[in-house]
DNA sequence: TTGGCAATCTGTAACGTTTCAGTATATTGA
DNA sequence: TCAATATACTGAAACGTTACAGATTGCCAA
């Protein structure tokens, strides 16, 4: 007739999700003995431990991640911020699957936070770091004096930016070697007789866009070409304005013999451009675009393609936050990443 | 000389995150009031909610996650399950920032649960659900008989599925209409004049191959035109492969005059095979094919396109798990995005 | 006056974890 | 022998939230 509701602690059903006291009822042990044991703390006796993991392991005991975070603010999250508007398609997937491969045997999940351009891209990073709801972050499209480096580094949270800076503050981070992909595909181009160059440029103020324009700039010089100025797009811009841009380039008389592109959906426009101005590709002007998938070779097979391995980007900016969380030396955790050589097609 | 820890409670120094405890201390309310008050319950009088709410937004409080979550078992967290190996570039991209427009105004954060072809796709599915760690799902890449499905389904976690399932069991979903898109594939190339087809369909055992092989199947019959078998290759195979398999077939005397394709990149492979077999896209031989970015009009102009959307596909499955979590009818959470017409061409 | 009731508000416990401050027992050193 | 110490373990408290079971007040009907 009372048929009042089940007090706990007698949930022995094994129904419910175990708990360290779950544990702890099965084991004979306190909660906190079983807890110490499973985290390998030196105070537990060597039988006792390898007992509490064992039973641990049989019923499949997973630690709550509510009740970690609540006690030690430690989240389990990595937090990749995007740009929803302007990040390049295959880099989100690719970046993703990256990150994704490095923390699989971690206890960390992934979340994306988007922002979108009418956004500050400050936002979004205040609002993780305010909220606690990471213990790492990811950001790309870095600029040389980032704010958000610079507001993550004063609030202590462990970040990778995708690019470098450029303010004198240490932090991780991976880049592609953009100076020495512009300077690579400058001197294939002078090796086929090409000297009045082009570039369509990363977007203005990421810290890419220079690395990128000085190494254009600085083989130039080396191998004796000149620029042809094409400042008026870069590879944020629509398809639509790419293409129109460069058909007016390409119609001038003083048109470039060779372009150099940023990013493969721009050289799509640029292609595009090129055939609408009448000109032929590999006859009147040679491409070389950096790709981070193997279509352009199937798009045209007159393009010269650099390869920017966005997966592996994504594994080494996981790896290093992960370093960092786990205590290791900003400093020690920056890696850039060589081109390869420039590829022509080959059958 | 006595520096011992400083006691909790007094923390009025405004640096720390404000809590409900916070809150209590300047309202001169109960905890309990407040955390009621801030959910708008009935038995708050209504200037005290008012109040409370009042100074909740002045400090800028969020309810912290995690005592949230530990306290209610609800995560705010929405799960998109992805195979890290076969998911379209574009789909991963635009499918979460889909859903990231739609959580956007919402506590919910978007975790990304990978799987690769090695493993079970159901596993990512039962960690999920067995660690609680969201409180809604979406999957891709669904079967008719899906065993993701039916697991939860049991489990009682609302989710939603890219495709549709055929089991006889109601569950949220979104889908675009292959079978119309192949329909509309087959007749738009019999208006050309164009009678014997071959398809490019989607990876076998998933649902839509079957939508998108009747709605070919069907479309020939209605037209009159054939079909020219292509059963050794779908979607999923790599790009060298279709692109060998379509040089094969389009050698044989019997080759197809139409070829629909159920991809972009298949299509560039598929292009690329009946240009090594010599023949002329547009006058041997039209493709039509879905695509979800704009590219395949740059590549050759004398492709026929049909836009599928999976920005869209995205807001949809958000909007479809919230639903779900938000106590709406499963049914009622179901929608079909009808292709729009096959687009030739426009300078 | 009393009891009943509605309207507001409050303290306590609990979610699962880790940390702090122990306790109990065995071991060591002198 | 006794105290000091090391070893192995433990209960209670706390993280921030919500649910439960009251508590207080004022008002009204009987």
Redesign the pocket.
């Given at each position: 007739m009372d048929r009042r509701?089940k007090k706990?602690d007698d949930d022995t059903s094994g129904k419910?999700?175990p708990?360290?006291?779950t544990l702890?009822f099965m084991t004979?042990?306190?909660?906190?003995?079983?807890?110490?044991?499973?985290?390998d703390a030196p105070?537990?006796?060597?039988?006792?431990?390898r007992r509490v993991q064992l039973v641990a392991k049989q019923i499949g005991?997973?630690?709550?991640r509510?009740?970690?975070r609540?006690?030690?603010g430690k989240t389990n999250v990595i937090s990749l911020v995007l740009d929803t508007e302007r990040e390049i398609m295959s880099f989100v997937s690719d970046i993703i699957y990256g990150v994704t491969e490095v923390i699989a045997d971690t206890p960390y999940h992934l979340i994306v936070t988007p922002y979108s351009r009418s956004q500050d891209p400050l936002d979004p990073v205040r609002y993780l770091v305010e909220t606690g709801s990471a213990d790492g972050v990811i950001i790309s499209r870095t600029q040389p004096n980032d704010p958000r480096a610079r507001y993550m580094l004063e609030r202590g949270i462990p970040f990778a930016t995708h690019g470098r800076t450029d303010m004198g503050l240490v932090h991780p981070y991976h880049d592609f070697d953009n100076y020495a992909f512009a300077g690579e595909a400058v001197r294939y181009l002078a090796g086929r007789d090409r000297n009045r160059l082009a570039l369509v440029t990363p977007p203005v103020g990421l810290t890419y866009y220079g690395h990128t324009v000085n190494g254009f700039a600085d083989a130039l010089s080396e191998v004796g070409a000149s620029e042809v100025p094409f400042n008026t797009v870069s590879i944020d811009h629509t398809i639509e304005q790419i293409r129109m841009r460069t058909a007016q380039l390409m119609r001038r008389d003083d048109r470039p013999d060779g372009i150099v592109s940023s990013a493969a959906a721009a050289t799509l426009a640029v292609v595009a451009g090129i055939e609408d101005a009448g000109l032929t590709l590999g006859r009147d002007v040679d491409v070389v675009s950096k790709q981070s998938s193997e279509l352009l070779h199937l798009f045209r097979r007159e393009l010269l393609v650099v390869n920017e391995n966005f997966r592996l980007a994504g594994s080494e900016l996981a790896r290093a936050v992960l370093g960092w969380i786990g205590g290791k030396e900003p400093g020690s955790l920056q890696s850039l990443s060589k081109p390869g050589e420039v590829l022509p097609y080959r059958g």
């Open positions: 509701v706990k419910e999700r708990t360290l006291k702890a004979g042990l306190g909660v906190t003995t079983v807890s110490r044991a499973l985290k105070e537990i006796g060597a039988e006792t431990r005991y997973r630690p709550n509510a009740g970690v609540l006690r030690t």
